[in-house]
């Protein structure tokens, strides 16, 4: 698995985006969050991927000023009332993790968190033990997340040890009660 093929699970995560629509109110441009309706300045995305919903498509580029979306070569201006959606980020210490582990790990543990109706997107907690590691020759520890879809709670242990052989196991339990438990050994 190459980096564009972990881009892709990424890109089709679910609440990957906050999306919404714009206004120009007093020459400055708003944007209002459909889900929970709070009221943002456009210019604090400045430099971050949007998409706008244009001609019923998505089309993806870089917000390069309050009212300006650069897609390519090509400037596009907002409208009033344009749909667009803004690239969430990922918990810092997450993205550490997703970066530090093989790829096999990688998919593993996203599809499974996906089949569970949780996205990467949903992470509201991670303490990641092996980025304080990095300087060691054997690694092994335990790593920590929570997700929260706004239905259910998932907490993951992510046990790893990285010796002479790669093993991760993460240990998925939802406040149902719904556990699961899957293990990548490499040898």
């Not at 979306?69 to 344009?82: A, S, T, V, Y």
């Not at 990285?162 to 406040?175: A, H, L, M, P, V």
């Amino acid at each position: 698995m190459n980096r564009q093929q972990r881009m892709h699970l990424y890109d089709i995560q679910n609440r990957a985006y906050t999306e919404g629509t714009v206004e120009q109110i007093n020459d400055q441009w708003i944007f209002f969050d459909e889900e929970t309706e709070e009221a943002a300045m456009l210019e604090d995305f400045v430099q971050q991927e949007i998409e706008i919903f244009r001609m019923n498509r998505w089309k993806k580029g870089i917000l390069n000023e309050a009212g300006k979306i650069r897609i390519g070569n090509e400037l596009i201006m907002l409208r009033d009332n344009d749909l667009v959606r803004i690239r969430k980020h990922l918990i810092y210490s997450l993205e550490r993790l997703l970066d530090g582990i093989n790829d096999d790990a990688f998919f593993q543990f996203v599809t499974t968190l996906n089949s569970l109706n949780f996205s990467i997107f949903d992470c509201i907690y991670c303490y990641n033990h092996l980025s304080f590691l990095s300087d060691e020759h054997r690694k092994d520890g335990v790593n920590f997340m929570v997700f929260d879809n706004q239905d259910e709670i998932c907490n993951v242990q992510h046990h790893f040890c990285y010796y002479e052989k790669i093993n991760d196991r993460f240990e998925f339990t939802i406040n149902t009660g719904k556990r699961l438990i899957i293990e990548k050994l490499i040898s």
